[in-house]
């Protein structure tokens, strides 16, 4: 979100904003203090006795929330995301919102939160941007038990007879920590271990917390876990977490993460905030569980998912939905003049200028992604999502596009103004769901080939005209199949700043291929990972670092963070 | 702890046991529900509001229990300081536990909780042998985003000069991994960072663990992370957390960490569990803001230290009682039947057997840390932790023994009964506060060289008669003095099975050498760790790891833990 100097900060912003104990906002939504855990005052989670009880109740309609191709800054996604919940809790409807939590690496590298901005944010984001509830870290701790755990067979005799060269299980710290990309580890002689080349993921690319946001309950998780490979074995055969007799201990390190966690948005909305997978590596939406409890609490859910419409979205429409089995009412896709002049071939420093014929050009980004949800069967909106530097002709400009090709839009100014600033779009979803139109269908059947999921949506999503394997990738689709793998949906590992392979490809890119590198099993998410490009699993930090100006005083309140 | 086939399990004999809303246990000592941050029903942090109002409260008098020299199972230190509890609180004394937390890595590797035993233990254990509230994970994440920081200093041009070769501060994770002692790490290139050699510690063993420890309040903390030694620079001289300026932002990350945890025993004394840094590396004792609130809380405090009176209470007493400002009114020596024949050299296998003879001649090893309490000027009772196997004679001898040295000791069955086991021992301990023989000083003065602390303890503790330093420990001790650390007091890293450094000289060895092979400055700590022997910083899992047996059910129940 831009900011000039007289604009206050999310942190006060956040601070000067009346919270509401967490009890009274639960008890908006039916929920007793025996319904919770509580975490302090304000944080809550929500037991499974009472999870299993709202299984019977009906469900309340979805709106996910998603985005054209977006900047580096991104657009303001889980800011309208939040004020379109408030918004429509104004208007008396009985509104939850379900996002991811954040992860903590970013937190002390880029400026930038997780939790909305402005006047649309959820509280109490001090706690939400540090540790929360500690879900991240009980992940952590799973996937290097599970790490130490592989290690430990190895240095004991190595009975599953593990190829140490094949290990595909890396260890994972919730940090941004390049110089822990590539290790060697095990070194020391004997007694230290096995030596072999390692790596660490950022905690939000390990397939735990994919399993996390894909399970049901307890005990699928532990089911999923259960099935991760983690291994190949000396004949190739892939080892699993069963293998090595672990599932029951990584489940109970989740016992407590697996619990959806009830917060607030500065207007008192109900807020799950609960899992956080990355958008490339895996799909890129909060959990389940979440969004399943929110539906049962609320009449809305409003939730989002990573990145544009061609990541996020897609995997939560071809992926989140048959696991979750939910289907949304309607979409939001979210665009900014500013994004759209970007994709017009504006560069970075001139945003701030107006640029009415780059706003016309880069429009075709947006086109492109609304064809997209149309495709998945939804009705949608279009949010624009207000900056400061936007001008009146530029707004004016963008609305009479959408107009003359019949899409339906409306500004938003929640990052200033909060629900009242996402009243049109509220009225605009209400709309589109009182029509009716919704006709959901994911775009592939399960029982295609892994090659056909991959060309669905490179064809369909992205716009690509051919799909290139890479020959690793198409041994692995013989590979794949073979281990009966074929079943699983794709989940696609792409930039995010086109929609092609190719992040210098702005606007609407066409004739494009998109060339697929690597697949890599995430069995226990129950998904096929197509790699194209390369993708960072473990962010490095910038030279100034966000650390470096964060402190707290003699209370224990926080400055510099946002 | 021993056990047969009809004896319960702790974890079942936990389950069973009635628990209190933890605002209720609060509500006994004065603590009203806005004194608290509820973690769950059953455990909450004290707010720092309300340990700044205990500050002007007087203080209760605080009661350390300790140990002879242990076998590898532990001699029930933390059953014995919880059945005290109960006890003093039985007989109408208002007590508090004060102990520390358990890591996660050993709970992962080795039966054995840190909770206490049987009928005295600290519930909910479940809960405090996993995640509990987080303040390891916030430990862990504090010390590793430094170390992301500073690979990432390297990394943007090393302002700071730092000698990539002499970089001192390690990564950490709870866990039990040997594959990590010794690895490399920014390997791939330019862009993943700088080639090192690099390894983990177990979190407890982070510098961080003591600091958060020893600090007396946010603040406090503060300056001491600011003063944590990070690396030396191209000119030898040191590099601190001050000097890359992110004493804020790990501060930040420990606010919460920084907050002490209230939770209860089985027969619902309060308990404050609260920070558990290593007994080698550190100082092995639970944190001054929890020892310091428990004192204003109660009127008594029953705490512990790691290890024996060699080590732990020796650091407690030279080094903690300094930080905190509170001097012990009487002392507790753990001994068992099973370690005395031990150290009169019966082999493990032989332990269950009565053997008075090796009892008498391992009795030394009881005299000599009786010996080291008094000449810290104060009043002990020895409490003999009953054991399955211990025989009528053999308990009949060590009391006799124990008496013809006027030596005072009772008889605990804690872990079968809890308080009520632990009756004799409340009374007795009682009545060497109320004779008021507590003299209590250091055994030597901050203005001592280090080589002469190092020299107070292994003559006076140990039973030592040379000292001797290696070149590379006496090169050090010029250079700490230069750099102006020789003020701080000493934490001595040595094995626990032995008054030596040697862990094959049990009993009470005599006319022994303690060689200091190294010093390690942990100046945020405030202590010069000198270093005797190998040091193990980072735990290994054995064969078959306690893992492998854990499961949860539908319930989210645990099994298999302990």
Excluded at 437 to 452: M, Q, R, T, V
């Amino acid at each position: 979100m831009e900011t000039s100097t007289i604009v206050k900060s999310d942190l006060e912003i956040a601070r000067e904003s009346v919270i509401k104990p967490i009890v009274d906002v639960a008890a908006g939504i039916g929920l007793s203090p025996d319904d919770l855990e509580l975490y302090g005052k304000y944080k809550a989670k929500i037991s499974f006795d009472t999870l299993e009880k709202l299984k019977t109740k009906t469900e309340g309609k979805v709106i996910l929330v998603t985005a054209i191709s977006p900047t580096p800054a991104g657009e303001g996604k889980s800011t309208v995301t939040v004020g379109l919940a408030d918004a429509l809790n104004r208007v008396g409807k009985k509104t939850m919102v379900a996002m991811r939590e954040p992860s903590l690496g970013p937190t002390m590298g880029i400026k930038g939160g997780a939790t909305g901005g402005g006047y649309a944010q959820v509280l109490p984001m001090e706690d939400i941007n540090l540790h929360f509830t500690g879900d991240l870290h009980a992940i952590t701790t799973a996937n290097n038990a599970l790490a130490a755990l592989i290690d430990n067979h190895l240095q004991q005799g190595n009975e599953l007879r593990i190829d140490q060269r094949r290990i595909v299980w890396k260890r994972a710290l919730d940090m941004n920590d390049r110089a822990l990309r590539k290790v060697v580890i095990g070194l020391g002689g004997p007694v230290q271990g096995v030596p072999r080349e390692d790596g660490f993921d950022i905690t939000v690319a390990s397939e735990i917390m994919a399993v996390l946001c894909l399970a049901s309950d307890l005990q699928d998780l532990k089911k999923r876990l259960s099935r991760m490979v983690i291994a190949y074995n000396t004949d190739r055969q892939p080892v699993t977490v069963e293998d090595l007799g672990v599932e029951g201990a990584l489940a109970l390190l989740l016992r407590d993460a697996a619990k959806p966690n009830l917060v607030q948005t500065i207007e008192h909305t109900p807020a799950l905030i609960h899992g956080g997978p990355f958008a490339n590596i895996a799909h890129g939406c909060n959990s389940v569980i979440a969004t399943r409890a929110a539906s049962k609490l609320a009449d809305f859910v409003v939730t989002e998912a990573g990145f544009g419409a061609d990541l996020g979205a897609e995997k939560f429409l071809n992926i989140k939905t048959r696991a979750a089995g939910i289907a949304p009412a309607a979409v939001v896709i979210v665009a900014t003049i500013r994004a759209l002049k970007m994709h017009g071939g504006v560069p970075k420093k001139e945003l701030a200028a107006e640029n009415i014929s780059a706003l016309k050009k880069g429009f075709a980004n947006l086109k492109k992604h609304t064809e997209t949800i149309e495709q998945f069967g939804l009705p949608y909106v279009v949010a624009i999502n207000r900056f400061i530097h936007d001008t009146e002709e530029e707004t004016k400009t963008l609305l009479e596009m959408c107009k003359s090709e019949s899409i339906p839009a409306a500004v938003t100014e929640v990052w200033e103004k909060g629900g009242e600033g996402g009243a049109e779009l509220a009225g605009q979803v209400l709309k589109a769901i009182d029509d009716k139109k919704a006709n959901f269908a994911p775009l592939y059947d399960l029982s295609d080939s892994i090659e056909e999921k991959i060309a669905s949506i490179a064809f369909k999503v992205y716009g690509a005209t051919t799909v290139d394997f890479s020959t690793k990738a198409k041994k692995q689709l013989a590979e794949f199949e073979h281990h009966g793998w074929g079943v699983l949906p794709v989940c696609m590992a792409k930039t995010q700043y086109s929609l092609s392979d190719d992040p210098q490809k702005l606007g609407r890119p066409e004739g494009f291929t998109i060339t697929v590198r690597e697949l890599k099993p995430s069995i226990g998410a129950g998904f096929i990972v197509a790699l194209t490009g390369d993708v960072m699993t473990m962010p490095g930090l910038p030279k100034q670092p966000a650390a470096l100006k964060m402190d707290i005083d003699e209370q224990g309140n926080a400055s510099g963070l946002f």
